[in-house]
């Protein structure tokens, strides 16, 4: 089992939970060696000097050993910082989490990932700074889809190729139709042209650009129930997350 000792790396706190009767695992996505879990000896001991640096929402320096294919440990803290709004509001705290549940599931353990390593720091920059989560939330979850796998066409219309006619969403032909062919789906999802622009445009947004989004009700709507039908019915997933997520929004808005 290679490990390599004394490496610097930049990490992005997934997760962490309980490990025997005074550890602890923390999973961290690394930007150098993708995610990797963490044994933190004796964390849950009180007065543990790192506490406050693998804290939930925490990301930073630190120096440790990364272990191949084992567990890897940290030997001490660089730099870390956290984000304080998402840590502090639990509708954020539930955005986050999902996004990063997602993220976790798509992404091979231990395979570095740099262009995903931004988009998180940056899906999670936004959200800690009151751009709307669902937005964010809606951006990973449409880039993401190339990762499982469904990598949905919204160049042009998926038969024809057209570009200058309506377009909507067919789940049957995993991409855009234009209007002369909505009749070969009576199933598609009658989206408006409008969502249909910003499906396109967040599939190819980098986060770190985004200043401002505002989106409309309508839109939002739309996006939302587009992106459960794709995650629950050609994705096939529904983390335990997604569905705290969904029961916090239902009772805030
Ligand atoms: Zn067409």
Redesign the pocket.
Known sequence: MAIKKNVVFNGILLYRRNYRENDMLVKFFTNENGTKMFLIRRGRKQGFKMSADILPFTYGKYEGSISQDGLSYIKEPIETHHYQQISADILLNAYATYIMSLIDTALPEGVANHKWFNQLFYALELINHAIDPAVVTNIVEIQLLELFGVQPWLRD?V??H?NDLPLDYSAAYNGL??S??WHMDPLRFGLSQRTVYWFRKFSVVELKKIRTIDLNQTTKTQLRKLLDSIYDDTVGIHPKSKRFLEEMSQNRF
Do not use: T
Request: proline share 0%; charged share 10%; net charge positive.
């Open positions: 219309c038969i024809c057209r139709i234009c002369q062919h």
